[in-house]
Antibody, heavy 120, light 108 residues
């Protein structure tokens, strides 16, 4: 059974960098699929942040691209999200996720989500 | 960017009745459309992909239809566990993915 678990600070100050990690169990990131991040502001809809494939290609939402970095540690079967220069509008539940290939790029496994609040 | 618009924002339905949810894309997404269900405090769950294919373990009362720009999710007979928020997602514009704003299905 594939499981994903987010971890990281729940509170980040404005202008600082948000950092989250996703630990994957039950499947090796190296074996395939796409892996990425999706967020959901409180009471609102879902927003795709970005994802990567098992050969190291990364793809980012154009609206966030200048501030986002997704990296992977295959030795630990984990991947990370960094979002710089955060503001209150970055307050959201952040989900890590497994996505299918480009012709079926849907999320079949989600983490439970972690709330990150941007506030001083 | 492809904008996904869902309607209505809220749908009030009695248990056992049919619910029909709509999703419209700002340009054609072919059949590259998925539906998710999100219950309060939970992550979304994949229901439908390819516009009409049910994901593993999804009951037959959930069905999807449409292609191009107009799509429908139908729940044939609402059960108590179906009252939730539903999102559509396009992946035709890969790698850019986008979601609709959601439809909340509430008890009438």
């Amino acid at each position: 059974q594939v499981q994903l678990q987010e971890s990281g600070p729940g509170l980040v100050k404005p202008s600082e960098t948000l950092s989250l990690t996703c630990a994957v169990s039950g499947y090796s990131i190296n074996s395939g699929y796409f892996w990425g991040w999706i967020r959901q502001p409180p009471g609102r809809g879902l927003e795709w942040i970005g994802n990567f494939d098992h050969i190291g290609n990364t793809y980012y939402n154009p609206s966030l691209k200048s501030r986002v970095t997704i990296s992977v540690d295959t030795s630990k079967n984990k991947f990370s999200l960094k979002l710089s220069s955060v503001t209150a509008t970055d307050t959201a539940v952040y989900y890590c996720a497994r996505l299918g290939p480009r012709w079926e790029a849907v999320v079949d496994y989600w983490g439970q989500g972690t709330l990150v609040t941007v506030s001083s | 960017e492809i904008v996904m618009t869902q309607s209505p924002a809220t749908l009030s339905v009695s248990p056992g009745e049919r619910a029909t949810l709509s999703c419209r894309a700002s340009q054609s997404v072919s059949s590259n459309l998925a539906w998710y269900q999100q219950r309060p405090g939970q992550a979304p769950r994949l229901l439908i992909y390819g516009a009409s294919t049910r994901a593993t373990g999804i009951p037959a009362r959930f069905s999807g239809s449409g292609s191009g720009t107009d799509f429908t999710l139908t729940i044939s007979s609402l059960q108590s566990e179906d009252f939730a928020v539903y999102y559509c997602q396009q992946y035709n514009d890969w790698p850019s993915l986008s979601f609709g704003g959601g439809t909340k299905v509430e008890i009438k």
